[in-house]
């Protein structure tokens, strides 16, 4: 497995920096690692007679590596000015758009994705607020639209005056680094569940009010599947909604 850290501080080696080298320090003994940081490139956006040529060289290393590990700070409560100055110049290498103007994936499809943060703002605080959210939405967003995989995600908070890696946090990173390790698939099965737990709740269900029928005779014969085709779609709707935002929407705070 190949793995490409793209770090979008303003130090390489704050604590941002730091963690990253965790999470790739964790990684298998036969896994090939490489850091972009990207201050070291003269980064600028293409244009029609001038392509920038530190773009070119990390776009060939994001396209020889199997997973991405997206490390930048949050400022601001959001993504860093370095990090969203690349992915601003990277958009129209990473998806390609219609006719129509629809984003759609281009050449990076299917790879996998971590994001990592770091942010002044206690474990406490954070979890309140919700200060790191919008760098994680921002990260998704991008990634998503160019067809990636996202594996997990790490926060490091109360980093203010911190020059240390809390043990904690070391722990997080070192199982991060355990979860990317496996990420060998290169197939979304998002879909799949979502059939799945589809399939599980109308058996379910047709077998309890089966059972409740059987005992208590609450429905007749066309009222009952009235009442369980309603319940199995409001049911579904209601826990895949609520299934979308603790995986998709709610991001780690802590």
Known sequence: MKYLAILGSH??????????????DALPASAEK???FLRDYDIYP???HDKCPALDAIEAKMAACDVWVIAAPTYWS??????KYFFDCMRFRM??????????????KNKHYVSLTTCFTSSVENFVTGATDQTFVTIDRVMTSAGLIKKGEFVGTGTWQYHELRPKKIQECQRLAQKIAHADRKDDETLKRYILLFGMIAVTTLVTMGIQNIFLHLFSASVFW???ISFVLIFFLLLAGLLHFFTFVRHRRR
């Open 11 to 24: 130090k390489r080696d704050g604590i941002t920096g730091q963690y990253l080298d965790t999470v790739l």
């Open 34 to 36: 490489e850091i972009v």
């Open 46 to 48: 293409d244009t029609m």
């Open 78 to 83: 959001g993504l860093s000015g370095v990090m």
């Open 95 to 108: 998806v390609r758009m219609t006719k129509k103007m629809d984003t759609l994936p281009g050449q990076f």
């Open 226 to 228: 009235l009442a369980y």
